[in-house]
């Protein structure tokens, strides 16, 4: 029995919410938890997806060219700043528009694979504003990440990101956060399981065994075609 549109209405589901953090300082990284998301994580038709950003915190600047600042031996001299409020402002007015830029360009993707979406900018704490966020959009989903690199200067960043995921995961409630960087962690560890053991008691035991097949034989002096492993000294017992 087919069912009217007022039926098909009343059965009509919602679309699961996804928060995807993309930090627009890292463009590398952020791709790569985007395209992970679009292979693993979101569905089209089904999902609609928060691209959000946040940026960090305007400072003020009053328009003063000379500031006093008094040193150590009691007598204050002048400095003159090089930062203009106007040129300070037009900077913050183009980064949001770059930034704007770059997650429009992300929604175009999605849309072509058939996924709504939204973009979210904001300024302040990173942590602050996705704790926000999180309770302004009620998402279904947080995606959160950021691939693993060798350079001591990018697993500093890993750790920063990886400790806003931890603390996201432990501050909001009944919201499944994911991350990237937790999944790889997850197959580099099975691979590890899986990888067959070697006791350091049979390296050991290796190394001695090669150690014997490469050591030179004793050079002592032997006599006699029929016992060539008797020693001269016996001839004298």
Not at 97 to 121: A, D, M, P, Y
Not at 123 to 136: A, Q, T
Not at 160 to 168: A, E, G, K, V
């Amino acid at each position: 029995m087919a069912l009217s549109e007022k039926e098909l209405a009343k059965c009509d589901y919602r679309r699961r919410t996804i928060l995807l953090a993309y930090n627009p300082n890292c463009i590398t990284k952020s791709q790569q938890l985007l395209e992970w998301a679009i292979s693993n994580i979101i569905r089209p038709n089904l999902d609609h997806v928060y691209i959000f950003s946040v940026l960090p915190p305007q400072k003020l600047y009053y328009p003063v060219i000379d500031v006093w600042t008094f040193g150590l031996v009691g007598y204050a001299n002048t400095y003159t700043t090089t930062t203009n409020h106007d040129d300070y402002q037009e900077y913050i007015k183009n980064e949001q528009e770059s930034v704007k830029s770059t997650l429009r360009n992300i929604s175009f993707q999605l849309k072509g694979k058939n996924v709504t979406s939204n973009i979210i900018i904001s300024r302040g704490n990173v942590r602050e504003e996705l704790l926000k966020i999180c309770e302004s959009v009620k998402p279904d989903v947080v995606l959160i990440g950021s691939s693993p690199s060798s350079s001591s200067s990018s697993k500093v960043k890993n750790l920063l990101n990886r400790s806003t995921f931890d603390y996201i995961k432990n501050n909001v409630k009944n919201i499944e956060v994911q991350s990237n960087v937790e999944h790889e962690e997850f197959k580099n560890k099975n691979n590890k399981v899986n990888e067959p053991k070697v006791s350091k008691k049979k390296i050991y035991r290796a190394i001695q065994d090669v150690m014997k097949q490469i050591k030179p034989k004793s050079c002592d002096t032997s006599v006699g075609p029929t016992n060539p492993n008797k020693s001269y000294h016996k001839l004298y017992d």
